[in-house]
């Protein structure tokens, strides 16, 4: 090993190092290029046993925090002679750090959080604060959305990625829309006029409703037995339904039904072009939508008040001439 005490000799004298210095900063890089190396070659075979992307995302991230947290303990151990105190010395530095560096704490509680207890994954659609959207990625400090809502109609994607921190999963309320029961109910609100033939309507849009969601309503009676068994979720019936109520403009048909998150939009726009199809072939059934009625008096009004007298009407009395006025 004559070239490794060469370099050894030229290596402490182009750094000015002693040999002591040498040794521990020289086992320190094989240290790290051994952890690279085998994180490396795991991910390498993961590659290759799998073509799940999620997997391999979550795999990859774990690698790199279990890597690093190695790689911070063994070269500690090679640097400072009191590191073996570790739980000492990592009550000093959490005292410090909580001091001078509350935010970047406080993102770290909250990674810590997201890792033990799950609110929310990768490929989750979630809700937090006043921001919506897919979660593609989670950090140390912060976690990544593309966003969904804001300008762009119902949850269709803005193309805005939003990166948060991770403190705020600690004090902001978190809608999940895919974990747990993995469907949402949807609703589709028809108002037709009070003349249209309502209860023909309300039985066109059940039978167009029990087309869209007949497969639907089957993979979410299994997926509610899951989430069952993990949180108290209850639905009587996940079959689709039509509501009805009155408005000022008409009756108003809700139809009710069960859609994956992502399939909001799409399910509402098949709906709806079925519905004017069907509509527009039934002349007996009419939307309603908000009107303006002009009312004068002295065309339509009542007698006493100076209007016309109808006569138009059944059971409308003649009428009679007002009496004359007499002089004195």
Known sequence: MEWFSAFHDWFGTALGIGPETQKKLLLSILLVAALGVVRWAVLKALSQRTDDIRLRYRFRKSSAYISFVVGFLV???????????????????????????????????????????????????????????????????????????????????????IHIPNSQALNQVIANYSKGFEYIWNEVPITVTFESNWEKAKKILQEIADRHAAGVSQAASESLRRAAQKSLIHY?????????????????????????????????????????????????????????????????????????????????????ARPKESGS
Not at 260 to 284: D, G, H, V, Y
Not at 285 to 290: E, T
């Open 75 to 161: 070269v500690g151990r090679i640097w400072f002679a009191g590191f073996r105190e570790l739980g000492t010395y990592l009550g000093l530095l959490s005292a410090g750090l909580a001091i001078a560096l509350k935010d970047l704490v406080a993102n770290v509680a909250g990674w810590m959080y997201l890792l033990w207890r799950k609110p929310f994954e990768v490929g989750d659609r979630i809700e937090i604060g006043p921001h919506a959207g897919d979660v593609i990625d989670i950090r140390l400090f912060r976690f990544t959305l593309l966003e969904i809502g804001n300008w762009v109609d119902t949850d269709q994607s803005t193309g805005r990625v």
């Open 236 to 320: 009587q019936t996940l079959t689709p339904r039509v509501w009805t109520r009155v408005a000022d403009s008409g009756v108003v048909l809700t139809i009710r039904y069960l859609c994956e998150p992502r399939q909001r939009r799409s399910t509402a726009e098949l709906m709806w072009e079925e519905i004017l199809r069907a509509f527009k072939s039934c002349p007996n059934i009419d939307f309603a939508y908000p009107t303006m009625r002009r009312f004068i008096n002295s065309d339509e009004g009542k007698l006493a008040l100076g209007g016309p007298v109808r006569t138009d009407l059944p059971g409308a009395a003649e009428p009679q």
